[in-house]
């Protein structure tokens, strides 16, 4: 089975600085999504950002973007200039592409909470 | 297009009883995606549907169940609840399959007393 596994429970940044969330998973398999998502006290899960692990080139989302490492099993999130609107919950998600003629679902992290000092 | 909704958003269930949670996609997702969210176990993956069918199922017990009709909407049934069952529900619907890119309801909050 796969994990994903987020190191870091809490982060604190000040507001226009740049912070780096650390994700890890570990998987056998070859083909592969990995995501990004953001959850505010809303609650509602918002997707920032998404790699192709058949893609070598990190993707990138305005002032998101991701340092992807695939040999090493790693996708950290980079968020430039934070801005008191990027607080939220993040959690770093991984899915199959091929799992027996469908995919399994997203398997999550525990997340990483963000915190944007003004 | 109108984003996936969850009815409803707030649900309060005694031990025992059972409850049924609905979600319509956004218009043209064939997939419907559950995930339970718990301050313990986090974000954990319940069940896809594909067409009306399921099409995988993650590690929960036969209580949780669902459907899917023609028309893409979706519910899930839990039987016999217990208070582990209190959690955060969530719904994602997406084009062709649970690989693509998945968009979230904004949720049902379940307590069980």
């Known amino acids: 089975a796969q994990t994903v596994t987020q190191s870091q429970p809490e982060m604190s940044v000040q507001e226009a600085e740049t912070v780096t969330l650390s994700c890890t998973y570990d998987t056998s398999e070859s083909d592969y999504y990995l995501f990004w998502y953001k959850q505010p006290p809303s609650r509602q899960m918002i997707l920032v950002i998404r790699q192709e692990a058949y893609k070598q080139q990190n993707a990138t989302e305005n002032r998101f973007s991701v340092n992807f490492q695939k040999a090493a099993k790693s996708f950290s999130l980079k968020i430039s200039d934070s801005q008191l609107g990027d607080a939220a919950m993040y959690f770093c998600a991984y899915i199959d592409l091929y799992s027996g003629g469908g995919a399994d679902g997203l398997t999550f992290g525990k997340g990483t909470h963000l915190i944007i000092q003004p | 297009k109108a984003g996936v909704t969850q009815t409803p958003r707030y649900l309060i269930k005694t031990r025992g009883q059972q409850v049924t949670l609905s979600c319509s996609p956004i218009?043209?997702?064939?997939?419907v995606s559950w995930y339970q969210q718990t301050p313990g176990q986090g974000l954990q993956f319940l069940f896809e549907y594909f067409s009306e069918t399921q099409r995988n199922k993650g590690n929960f017990p036969g209580r949780f169940s669902g459907r899917q009709f023609s028309n893409s909407r979706s519910e899930m049934n839990v039987s016999t609840l217990e208070l582990g069952d209190s959690a955060l529900y969530l719904c994602?619907?997406?084009?062709?399959?649970?690989?693509?890119?998945?968009?979230f309801g904004p949720g049902t909050r379940l307590t069980v007393l």
């Open positions: 218009s043209g997702h064939r997939s």
């Open positions: 994602a619907s997406s084009l062709e399959g649970s690989n693509n890119e998945q968009f």
